[in-house]
């Protein structure tokens, strides 16, 4: 129980993060000068793409957890 409030945690804080790096308009090849997440410290600004990783992670996890389940 824990881990999944974990998990839903991190997937919130990846969105968020996802949000801040303007991550949307730069995949629909928006051209972009400068995001919020780009006035964080570096260690913010890394901890930024962290978030983003992880929600991608996450996204990755439960596509292949639905993806057993229809197979079986």
């Known amino acids: 129980m824990l881990l999944l409030g974990l998990g839903g945690l991190f997937g919130a804080a990846g969105i968020y993060a ?3 790096d303007r991550l ?3 995949l629909q090849g ?3 000068f ?3 997440a780009l006035s964080y ?3 913010g600004y890394a901890l930024t793409q962290v978030g983003i990783l992880i929600v991608f992670a996450e996204i990755g996890w439960l596509l292949s ?3 057993g389940v229809r197979l079986k």
Do not use: I, R, Y
């Open 41 to 43: 410290s570096g260690a």
């Open 24 to 26: 949307v308009e730069h």
């Open 34 to 36: 400068m995001t919020p």
């Open 18 to 20: 996802a949000h801040q």
């Open 30 to 32: 928006a051209h972009l």
């Open 65 to 67: 957890l639905w993806k």
